[in-house]
């Protein structure tokens, strides 16, 4: 069953039926001064710790989190967008810029990419003068990985390969990990995927890590995905949902070890190279919290943003954390 769902939202052929894949946004109603859901597939959370969390550069304040759960799926809880414009724009700056550079893993072949492209290949594309080079390193698609490395072929994390975890997206995954009540996740491995419109990951369930009850968060940006959620069989019918820029998606409890995809990439926001107003950033933010200000502050500046939004104009991005150690080990 969900072989088959993926394959129809990923038809090339014809525009597959989108009325089943499930809009959060469309789901819920605004009451006097509460949201509600109208169906029973959405349901809203609330987070009891708000007043004791501190945000960072870039996300909202938690208060005004937009957090629900899926009731068919346990475990499956998104927060939508609690991120601001600027904050957007700096992970995707991260996620293009910095992640997929040495000591980091790229999936680019060494018989088909020269080392220069391998060890930097944000860099290149911006360099090449040659359409059909731009190509071959934009058109597919791409990851990255940090921290402790996944191995796609033996599936296996090894202690010896592993890359520094940046200290900002662990600011960032500690915040929503803190707010949902796992204030001991310890973001271990990152996989940061690179979707073109077009690109499709295939269902699978992650299943690598030695841990496999802590929750896995991943992060959106860019253009909309479908995204698939099933059980733990692949006889299960998979629920589609979007995932829109700046979502936030946690797998957690009975949903951390079911069959998930990607089937399709869809287009649904224009390039915005507008300049930003410079956001209203609580200095305690920026001290307690590790950013590259720099690059915060740059991503307003249109100049600046100009490549990073040509590229997002016709991607998706997802970053995605795991937790790999289990409590008490410090190794694998
Ligand atoms: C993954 O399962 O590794 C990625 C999921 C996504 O792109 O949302």
Not at 46 to 53: D, R, Y
Not at 85 to 114: H, K, M, Q
Not at 133 to 153: C, L, P, V
Not at 219 to 239: H, N, V, W
Request: aromatic share 10%; with cysteine.
């Amino acid at each position: 069953m969900f072989k088959l769902v993926f394959k129809q939202y990923k038809c090339k052929s014809t525009s597959p039926d989108l009325t089943e894949v499930v809009k959060i946004d469309d789901c819920v109603v605004k009451g006097n001064d509460q949201e509600k859901s109208d169906n029973n597939i959405v349901q809203r959370l609330s987070i009891s710790n708000v007043e004791s969390l501190q945000t960072m550069p870039g996300v909202k304040s938690p208060k005004d989190w937009r957090t629900y759960t899926l009731t068919n799926h346990p475990g499956i809880i998104v927060i939508r967008n609690p991120f601001s414009e600027r904050g957007r724009r700096y992970w995707s700056a991260r996620c293009l810029r910095d992640f997929p550079r040495t000591p980091n893993i790229v999936n680019l072949n060494e018989r088909l990419f020269d080392e220069s492209v391998r060890s930097d290949w944000w860099k290149q594309l911006n360099l090449c003068s040659d359409g059909v080079e731009f190509q071959r390193i934009k058109s597919a698609m791409r990851w990255t990985t940090f921290g402790y490395h996944h191995n796609w072929d033996t599936k296996i994390y090894d202690e010896e390969m592993q890359s520094p975890f940046p200290e900002d997206l662990s600011s960032l995954c500690g915040l929503f990990a803190q707010a949902l009540g796992y204030a001991d996740f310890k973001p271990e491995a990152a996989i940061v995927n690179y979707y073109p419109v077009g690109s499709t990951l295939s269902g699978h369930t992650d299943h690598s890590e030695p841990n496999k009850s802590a929750p896995l968060f991943s992060f959106s940006f860019g253009q909309t995905a479908i995204f698939l959620i099933g059980g733990r069989s692949l006889e299960e019918k998979p629920t589609a949902i979007y995932l829109q820029s700046g979502d936030v998606m946690i797998m957690s409890g009975e949903s951390r070890l079911c069959y998930h995809a990607v089937p399709r990439i869809i287009k649904t926001q224009a390039s915005a190279t507008l300049s930003l107003i410079i956001e209203d950033v609580d200095n305690a933010d920026i001290k307690t919290r590790t950013i590259d200000k720099d690059l915060f502050h740059d991503v307003g500046n249109p100049q600046f943003w100009e490549p990073f939004s040509r590229y997002m104009d016709d991607s998706r991005i997802n970053i995605n954390i795991r937790q790999v150690l289990n409590p008490g080990d410090v190794k694998l």
